[in-house]
């Protein structure tokens, strides 16, 4: 099966929804400031992407995705690294890993912004702090899968630690970790807008906001299908590299 016949139920799906999208707005008479039709948030698309505030705060946003991500995944393999090689620790640090996920992030905004500001800071903290738990939880899993025999053999071999670590660990750990890394991309989008709509003085999520105090309700959808090319990207690029980094173990 061809990459394009695997894609079409997708885009016949998608079609398929802004046709009867669009055939509710005309027929429905749905006012415009409630529903837009699909055809004039596409022309309205271009008079937004024309902006040159647009493109800075679309770059003020990314620049928070990928920081608060990068953040996220550094910290979560080594976390989840450290309480693998270490029950103790797993044990000391697990109340708080769990404290961490089940406080509601949105609750977090204001103290992060009381904390760091209204810049971009804040907001990368909060993209990070929701971000790194699929990637410590993927890593530590990926940790524990490594085969028995491989130890072994490592073992036989008189390998040093660190040797373990990138010949053995590392790699039998990828698909896991990379697998994290895909939620990840997509929970730092979701955690650097969330901070934008809360406690942001820039970024897409705060043009949303100020957008949508101006009742453009065609304006705020643009933004909305901007943010989702963002993500849908962003988690493309990931899911790309994983492919390539672990041909072996795909079974895409």
């Given at each position: 099966m061809t990459r394009l016949q695997k894609s079409?139920?997708?885009i016949v799906s998608v079609?398929?929804?802004?046709?009867?999208?669009?055939?509710?707005?005309?027929?429905?008479?749905?006012?415009?400031?409630?529903?837009?039709?699909?055809?004039?948030i596409l022309a309205v698309f271009f008079d937004v992407m024309s902006e040159r505030s647009t493109f800075y705060h679309l770059s003020i946003t990314l620049w928070e995705i990928l920081a608060g991500f990068s953040i996220a995944?550094?910290?979560?393999?080594?976390?989840?690294?450290?309480?693998?090689?270490?029950?103790?620790?797993?044990?000391?640090?697990?109340p708080f890993i769990v404290a961490s996920q089940v406080v509601p992030k949105v609750a977090l905004v204001p103290l992060f912004v009381l904390w760091f500001g209204f810049g971009p800071a804040s907001k990368i903290i909060v993209a990070a702090v929701i971000a790194?738990?699929?990637?410590?939880?993927?890593?530590?899993?990926?940790?524990?899968?490594?085969?028995?025999?491989?130890?072994?053999?490592?073992?036989?071999l008189r390998a040093n630690p660190f040797q373990r670590i990138m010949l053995?660990?590392?790699?039998?750990?990828?698909?896991a970790i990379l697998a994290g890394m895909e939620m990840a991309i997509v929970l730092a989008t979701i955690g650097a807008v969330v901070g934008?709509?809360?406690?942001?003085?820039?970024?897409?999520?705060?043009?949303?906001?100020?957008?949508?105090?101006?009742?453009?309700?065609?304006?705020?959808?643009?933004?909305?299908?901007?943010?989702?090319?963002?993500?849908?990207?962003?988690?493309?690029?990931?899911?790309?590299l994983r492919r390539m980094l672990t041909a072996w173990h795909s079974v895409d």
């Open positions: 079409l139920p997708g079609t398929g929804s802004f046709i009867i999208w669009e055939a509710y707005c005309r027929l429905s008479g749905m006012p415009a400031l409630i529903l837009p039709a699909p055809t004039q995944t550094v910290a979560g393999v080594f976390l989840g690294w450290l309480i693998y090689v270490s029950p103790i620790i797993q044990r000391a640090l697990h790194f738990f699929p990637v410590m939880v993927n890593t530590h899993l990926g940790l524990r899968s490594v085969e028995d025999g491989h130890k072994d053999v490592f073992k036989a053995l660990q590392i790699p039998s750990a990828l698909p934008e709509y809360l406690g942001g003085s820039e970024g897409l999520g705060y043009l949303a906001v100020a957008t949508m105090n101006a009742f453009q309700t065609d304006r705020l959808f643009v933004l909305i299908i901007l943010l989702t090319l963002i993500g849908f990207s962003l988690f493309i690029v990931i899911a790309t």
